[in-house]
């Protein structure tokens, strides 16, 4: 008998049948012998839905008051998914955050899960309930709701996997699997059996939605098995997904990249005309971090004559705001010559641990875009990943051309193996 976290994304969840398909398949993991806890998201567009309504009873509502109304799109699946087991006769129970309770820190949108209290969980498992888990939810220590951020019941299942030390988290979603890229846009992308844990960090952070990034990390600290799995295969379907491994096996499949990841969520700002002295970056990005916005890539260009510029990106949503600060407060006091931006970029990133053995790939990527006519603007690199911006009307043919040149339809063989 194994602990079996499954976590269900929105799609999964998606209407009364797609529901009850979920109650079939925990049914036979539970005829298999197996204790589980489910954590059902939302139904598909709920969440969306419950935002753009608070939004327009109120654009400038509270933090604390928007989480308790995207909350209850999760706490309506949790009893739905009780009601369709209990109609086949599996026990089952259904937990908000607040009643397991999940505790977490007071960021509204975007709380941190500080710590789970598993005593009402493995009474019921002990009693051989299914518990129904909400995700993306959570309470705060003066007892306000609180939620993880957009796609956070990753976050909810792991976190619960590594607090009850489950066997395994699986976490099933409309793909069977994590790909050589988004098959939404890369229709050759390849499934991949496994992926290490840092790679799968890299592509959550840098785009890949298939899993939130803090899920990802919860994973990597706790040292949780994670599987990422189609709740669109048949219930008794024996698919294993991909699965997140830890450990580098010399044995396994290995290419030097495993995946191309984007993002539209960036925008690029650039300062022009700044002296090039000591102090500048810092004069710069100081009232950027004092306002909270979160900065990520940074270039600073050669100088001439004592003066460059100086670009950096930031969330889209925060391009406004970093404008106005730089316009209001930056400007003046560095007498920076002007301030430009651009809200229509994206970035495409190779992720592989192979890059860390392997030189040129940076190299053949910019290769590829520069044949297409694609002009990168910004590149950053670490260990085993390389980024570029791009123009966003670029972005997919970018990733596709760059999924053909490094063949990652194709399952690695002996020549494109790790040393
Ligand atoms: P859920 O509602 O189940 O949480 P999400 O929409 O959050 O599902 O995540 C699944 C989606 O992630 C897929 O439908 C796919 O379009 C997208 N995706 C992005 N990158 C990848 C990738 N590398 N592999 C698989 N899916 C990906
Ligand atoms: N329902 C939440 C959202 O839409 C959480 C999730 O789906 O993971 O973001
Ligand atoms: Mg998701």
């Not at 539970?30 to 753009?52: C, D, F, I, W, Y």
């Not at 990133?349 to 875009?369: D, E, Y």
């Not at 390389?386 to 040149?405: N, P, Q």
């Amino acid at each position: 008998m194994s602990l079996i976290v499954q976590k269900y994304g929105g799609t999964s969840m998606g209407s009364p049948e797609r529901i009850r398909e979920v109650a079939r398949r925990v049914e036979r993991f539970v005829k298999e012998g197996h204790q589980l806890v489910v954590v059902p998201s939302a139904m598909s567009g709920e969440t969306n839905r419950l935002l753009a309504l608070a939004r327009e009873v109120n654009p400038d509502a509270s933090a604390r008051e928007i989480d308790v109304i995207a909350s209850t799109g999760d706490q309506v699946s949790i009893g739905l998914l009780s009601i369709a087991l209990q109609k086949l006769g599996v026990k089952a129970r259904s937990y908000t955050g607040y009643q397991v309770p999940i505790r977490t820190d007071n960021a509204y949108s975007k709380a941190r899960i500080l710590a789970i209290e598993e005593g009402n969980i493995r009474r019921d498992l002990a009693a051989g309930h299914v518990v129904v888990v909400a995700g993306f939810q959570g309470v705060d220590e003066g007892g306000s709701i609180t939620t993880l951020g957009r796609g956070g019941s990753d976050t909810t299942g792991v976190a619960l996997a590594a607090a009850l030390k489950a066997d395994e988290c699986q976490i099933y979603t409309d793909v069977d699997g994590v790909y050589t890229a988004d098959p939404r846009i890369v229709p050759e992308a390849r499934r991949l059996d496994t992926v290490t844990f840092e790679e799968m960090l890299e592509l959550a952070s840098l785009g890949s939605k298939v899993l939130q990034i803090r899920s990802v990390e919860f994973a990597g600290k706790y040292k949780v098995k994670v599987r990422v799995l189609s709740s669109f295969t048949d219930v008794h379907s024996t698919d294993m997904g991909t699965l997140i491994t830890f450990e580098e096996d010399e044995n396994m499949e290995q290419a030097i990249i495993s995946g191309i990841a984007f993002n539209r969520d960036e925008a690029k700002i650039t300062v022009l005309g700044v002296p090039d002295r000591p102090g500048i970056a810092f004069a710069i990005l100081g009232p950027i971090a004092d306002a909270n916005i979160d900065v990520d890539m940074i270039i600073q260009n050669a100088s001439t004559e004592g003066m460059t510029d100086f670009s950096f990106t930031v969330h889209r949503n925060e391009y406004q705001r970093a404008m106005q600060i730089l316009e209001s407060r930056v400007k003046p006091e560095i007498k920076a010559r002007g301030i430009v931006g651009d809200d229509r970029i994206a970035k495409v990133s190779l992720v592989g641990i192979g890059m860390r053995t392997h030189a040129g790939i940076a190299s053949k990527m910019f290769g590829c875009l520069a044949a297409e006519g694609i002009n990168i603007q910004m590149i950053s690199t670490s260990e085993i990943k390389t980024s570029v911006v791009v123009d966003e009307k670029y972005m997919e043919l970018a990733v596709r051309v760059l999924h053909k040149a490094f063949e990652l339809d194709k399952a690695p063989d002996q020549e494109k193996m790790r040393p």
